[in-house]
């Protein structure tokens, strides 16, 4: 079973600009969430998609969207990026809400210069 | 609003040493508590769990006891190997309103041959 595949692993982006991240779940899973990772904060909660909408959102201003499609595959954008936007990026996908049963993806480095 | 406090590391043990990791929580309902594990280079694998107090989630010699009293979740191994050594996180997801995951800052554990 092909496990969570998350697109590009490594980006470079200038300030300003814009990026879009993918998140492909594993087959049968519905639910798909998103967190960003700093040494700073640690790992914070984005938001979840579940049947292609969004149930639940973090403390994450505008710049930060997502929107899922009927496979369940999930994208986040980034507007206007800013340096301490760089993390990684993590998406999970899980068959229910929360995170049980949740597996993570190896996550999207961003790196805003 | 809900919160874990995992204690700061790193945890740096010779190998067949016992492990600890504590990990206390706030949260509103009654939530259910997680142990992920992160490889460098890896997204967050789910190690344990357990929904209800007095539950004890175990894994590849892993175990935690959810403890509602004392609003702990402690991760213990008897004997640590070399393979061990990663980022460990304490997590919450609260049924009290919403599922929002809710991340400690992670303890890492370098254990020595």
């Known amino acids: 079973k092909a496990g969570v595949t998350q697109t590009p692993r490594y980006l470079i982006k200038t300030r300003g600009q814009q990026v879009t991240l993918s998140c492909s779940p594993i087959?049968?899973?519905?639910?798909v969430s998103w967190y960003q990772q700093t040494p700073g904060q640690g790992l914070q909660f984005l938001f979840e998609y579940f049947s292609e909408t969004q149930r639940n959102k973090g403390n994450f201003p505008g710049r930060f969207s997502g929107r899922q499609f009927s496979n369940s595959r999930s994208e986040m954008n980034v507007s206007t990026l800013e340096l301490g936007d760089s993390a990684l990026y993590l998406c999970?996908?899980?068959?229910?809400?929360?995170?049980?049963?949740?597996?993570f993806g190896q996550g999207t480095r961003l790196t805003v210069v | 609003g809900n919160s874990v406090t995992q204690m700061e590391g790193p945890v740096t043990l010779s190998e067949e040493a016992f492990l600890t990791i504590n990990c206390t929580y706030t949260a509103t309902g009654y939530p259910s508590l997680f142990w992920y594990v992160q490889y460098p280079g890896e997204g967050l694998q789910l190690l344990l769990k357990?929904?209800?107090?007095?539950d004890k989630g175990s894994n590849k010699g892993f175990e935690a006891t959810y403890r509602k009293e004392t609003t702990s979740f402690h991760l213990e191994k008897g004997s640590v190997q070399v393979s061990d050594s990663a980022v460990y996180f304490c997590?919450?997801?609260?049924?009290?309103?919403?599922?929002?995951?809710?991340f400690g800052r992670g303890t890492s554990l370098i254990v020595h041959p």
């Open positions: 357990a929904t209800k107090a007095d």
């Open positions: 087959s049968g899973h519905r639910s």
């Open positions: 999970a996908s899980s068959p229910g809400q929360g995170l049980t049963e949740a597996f």
């Open positions: 997590a919450l997801s609260s049924s009290g309103g919403s599922y929002i995951p809710t």
